[in-house]
């Protein structure tokens, strides 16, 4: 009844708070978000809060870190390492059996051949980092 004071016993209360912290740790780790159609290979690891844009391809071997976002139409073939906090714009790609660093932005339209080390921001194809890419195309 409104207004009314329930008293519970303490063990029902840890047991509650328990899966309070539970469902909280859940939240706070969330699922990758994949939006269809995608693909992405049985053999590939995925971390926590992804999220995959629409028409995009993870290849065999792919290992992608935690908190990226990979746009629409992005192509990531085999055995490449991509790590934390990575940003990929639409219709770029990344070729086979390459690291990419942490905190890493990649252009839409970029195509990937080489590593890229962490907090870099590149474009082009292929990728420089930007302020060569723009220094060399002007």
């Known amino acids: 009844l409104p207004g009314t004071l329930t008293l519970i016993r ?4 840890y047991s509650c708070f328990a899966k309070l912290l539970e469902v909280y740790d859940s939240m706070t ?4 978000r994949i939006e269809s159609p995608s693909f992405i290979d049985d053999s590939a690891k995925v971390g926590s809060d992804l999220y995959l844009g629409a028409f995009s391809y993870i290849g ?3 290992v992608i870190g935690d908190n990226s976002i990979i746009a ?3 192509g990531v073939a ?6 934390n906090n990575v ?4 219709q ?3 070729s086979g059996h390459l690291q990419i660093g942490n905190n890493v932005e990649i252009a839409g339209g970029s195509g990937v051949i080489k590593d890229i080390p962490d907090n870099a921001k590149v474009m082009g194809y292929p990728a420089k980092n930007i302020r060569k890419f723009l220094k060399d195309n002007k």
């Open 10 to 13: 303490v063990e029902d209360a």
């Open 29 to 32: 780790k969330e699922e990758p």
């Open 60 to 62: 065999r071997d792919v």
């Open 72 to 74: 629409g139409q992005v």
């Open 78 to 83: 085999g055995s490449s390492v991509i790590g």
């Open 87 to 90: 940003k990929i714009g639409g």
């Open 92 to 94: 770029a790609g990344i």
